[in-house]
């Protein structure tokens, strides 16, 4: 089974903050130049600002995406429970807790309010994906 970028996109907070960036740069950057009237020879700075700031959020969206990828290839399954769900406006903190080796462990990860966050509870068990040389985790049912 593989993870859906929709379903990181629309789950991991991290992830749609840079998604929904990059095109809401480009259209500030884009307007702000028409807006304030400028010389075409003072626009160039904006586009490459545009370019700098967009490729930052593509970065960290494709590293979120990967990382993410990089769990269902290589982590191993292991049952958790949720812990904690706070949820502030649209965006929160999603906690969860598993064992690995006999060890009890902790995890977290930032997640934005949706139907699949907003299903989950306190004490509800979930599968979670562990990788072991790193101890990173994430819910699997988020992503699929």
Known sequence: MKPSVRAIIWNDWPALACALGIPVVWVIFTAFPVLKRLDPSEVSFYVALATVISATLAVIL???????????????????????????????????????????????????????????????????????????????????
């Open 62 to 144: 494709i590293w979120r995406a990967k990382r993410i990828f990089n769990l269902f290839a290589h982590g191993t399954e292991v049952a958790g429970q949720i812990t904690w769900v706070q949820i502030v406006r649209d965006r929160g903190r999603l906690e969860f807790q598993f064992e690995m080796n006999g060890k009890p462990m902790n995890g977290w990860t930032a997640v934005h309010k949706s139907k699949r966050v907003m299903s989950l509870a306190i004490g509800q068990p979930v599968r979670v994906l562990v990788q072991p040389s790193t101890s990173t985790a994430i819910v699997k049912d988020l992503y699929v």
